[in-house]
């Protein structure tokens, strides 16, 4: 297993805290992202769209479009 060390506390990263958090477009439109966080420091390494969340967004607004 390779393991990166945190950029802030250089502690070695061999598992990491997961954490739900709002990403916003111009702060208009939301969406479900999450971050990958530093689990001895708690400093914020990466952010994405959570993409389970997208998935099934997207289910359910096909679902709904074929259900009109």
């Known amino acids: ?17 997961i954490e739900n958090i709002a990403g916003k477009v111009n702060g208009k439109d939301a969406w479900n992202c999450i ?12 952010i994405q769209i959570d993409p389970v969340a997208l998935k099934t967004d997207t289910i359910d607004g096909v679902v709904q479009r074929l259900n009109r």
């Open 35 to 46: 971050s990958y966080n530093c689990p001895r420091c708690n400093t914020i390494l990466s």
């Open 1 to 17: 297993m390779v393991a990166g060390k945190c950029s802030k506390c250089d502690s070695m990263i061999t598992s990491i805290n």
